[in-house]
């Protein structure tokens, strides 16, 4: 065997399968061996003691860049998830959003030289227009971002709608991202505490009820599966969704669930202290442990199929510009997503084995990014991350690297640790800090890599 680039000797490699101390190669930005033997290379770097995990594939991202980036952009966001050990991420932003071709060409050219990590860019499906689904699946985007209410100023999608988009999109076969909150009733909801006066964080959960959530998902979860499309769930904040989703999964619908780490660990009531910066749509919804408890068995079995952040930044400062109505929906995840996962498996919530599933296969598959991303095998794109399980430390918002500033797992001690991240066999990040050129590449969606 000729000399490698790079060889990752003595690690137990992570994959959603299994675990094995093997030793990793990697040749001209691919993994070219995985296995006991080690082949000579231009660098060895020793992984004794520590997991070697694929890179972690972060679906569901908003970097507000172009558009917003007093929020959030592309330096810094993916900063974040390459210290983390994120390597893949999808991105799509609302301030400028994707309708077209020749906005995703636009954007496209803009990003280049301003990514850490490798990235996808989906499309916002407008009401209305869906004889564009084709083209912009063959042009490459990952999937199309479809709300059922209009939020953040793009337009929601009544059933009617839905049904046309979802259709059209099963003919290409092209992925819709499906943010379930029913209108009519976030609607009523809003006009009558906005009559009561009502200006505390408790109408947060009032205002994006789960009878909405609930309600959307259902008829969502219907339409994909009589549409014969493909399809994710957005953010499954509580069991009864999973329930809906698993119901129509069961009779052929080709449905995930992406759940995010603010689903188990934050609490409801946390929105009565923290205001605004409990402010996200749909809310935190687990009141008590047993319902934290519930989520984790749902993401463990599979009901929930894989995890993101939903990071959709704000500053402190931004998050206190204005009233519980105005300020900015979201929170920042890429900080600290993969370390919640970390720490989750050495709580006994999920497997390390889980944490490669639901945080890098899953998702890799669902739009297309597999084989190339995902996995840890030989053809691969070497996106690895190296990980101390028994590290510890604590978040805190001095050490977040995204633009917001603060993270709402500030003060909470997590045990495992990213080490080093690499991308396509180039060191990233390394001990929670970004390092090298920003070498982040484009990669297409399902669509345009099956054509």
Same mark, same amino acid.
């Given at each position: ?34 296995? *006991? ?6 660098? =060895? ?20 860049? *172009?558009? @917003? =980036?007093?929020?959030?952009?592309? &330096? ?29 060409? #636009? ?30 699946? #063959? ?8 709300? =059922?209410?209009? =939020? ?78 493909? /399809? ?13 989703? #698993?119901?129509?999964? /069961? ?5 995930? #669930?992406?759940?995010? &780490? ?38 463990? +079995? ?18 206190? /510009? ?25 709580? +006994? ?39 101390? &399980? ?11 690297? @995204? ?33 090298? /050129? ?5 990669? *297409?969606?399902? @669509?345009?890599?099956?054509?």
């Amino acid at each position: 065997m000729p000399d490698m680039d790079l060889v990752i000797a003595g690690g137990t490699v992570v994959t959603a399968h299994g675990r094995n101390r093997l030793n990793v190669a990697v040749q001209d930005g691919r993994i070219s061996y995985v296995g *006991p033997e080690q082949p000579t290379a231009r660098e =060895t770097v020793d992984a004794g003691g520590l997991l070697v995990l694929p890179g972690g594939v972060d679906t569901h991202v908003h970097l507000m860049d *172009p558009g @917003s =980036t007093e929020r959030e952009d592309f &330096p810094t966001g993916t900063s974040a998830a390459a210290a983390s050990g994120v390597t893949t991420i999808i991105e799509h932003s609302h301030g400028q959003p994707v309708v077209s071709v020749d906005d995703l060409n #636009a954007k496209r050219e803009y990003l280049l030289d301003r990514s850490n990590v490798d990235y996808g860019l989906a499309a916002h499906a407008w009401p209305g227009r869906s004889s564009v689904v084709a083209e912009l699946a #063959a042009a490459g985007v990952a999937f199309f971002k479809v709300f =059922t209410c209009t =939020t953040h100023g793009v337009p929601g999608h009544d059933a009617a709608a839905l049904k046309e988009h979802l259709t059209q999109t099963a003919l290409v076969d092209s992925v819709s991202l499906m943010h379930c909150e029913d209108e009519s009733l976030t609607g009523a909801a809003e006009k009558i505490l906005r009559e009561a006066g009502r200006y505390d964080g408790g109408l947060v959960p009032e205002w994006r009820n789960r009878d909405a959530e609930v309600v959307a998902a259902a008829v969502a979860a219907l339409l994909v599966r009589r549409t014969g499309a493909r /399809a994710t769930i957005a953010h499954v904040s509580h069991p009864e969704v999973a329930e809906y989703v #698993a119901q129509e999964r /069961a009779r052929g619908a080709r449905l995930a #669930a992406e759940t995010c &780490p603010q689903y188990f660990l934050l609490r409801e009531q946390e929105v009565l202290e923290q205001g605004a910066l409990r402010k996200f749509t749909p809310p935190a919804r687990a009141r008590t442990d047993d319902d934290e408890k519930q989520m984790w068995q749902l993401l463990r +079995g599979g009901t929930l199929t894989h995890m993101s952040t939903d990071h959709a930044p704000s500053t402190l400062e931004q998050k206190r /510009a204005g009233d519980i109505w105005n300020v900015h929906f979201g929170l920042p995840g890429l900080d600290s997503t993969m370390a919640l996962l970390l720490d989750a498996a050495a709580r +006994g919530h999920l497997s390390h084995e889980d944490v490669a599933r639901v945080y890098a296969e899953v998702p890799a598959r669902t739009y297309g990014l597999w084989p190339r991303k995902g996995r840890v095998a030989p053809g691969a794109d070497a996106d690895l991350v190296l990980v101390n &399980p028994s590290g510890e430390r604590v978040l805190r918002n001095q050490d977040v690297l @995204s633009k917001a500033g603060w993270t709402p797992f500030d003060g909470r001690r997590v045990r495992g640790q990213t080490v080093r991240t690499y991308l396509r066999g180039a060191l990233v990040a390394e001990e929670g800090k970004p390092v090298g /050129a920003r070498g982040g590449r484009f990669v *297409p969606g399902r @669509s345009a890599a099956a054509g």
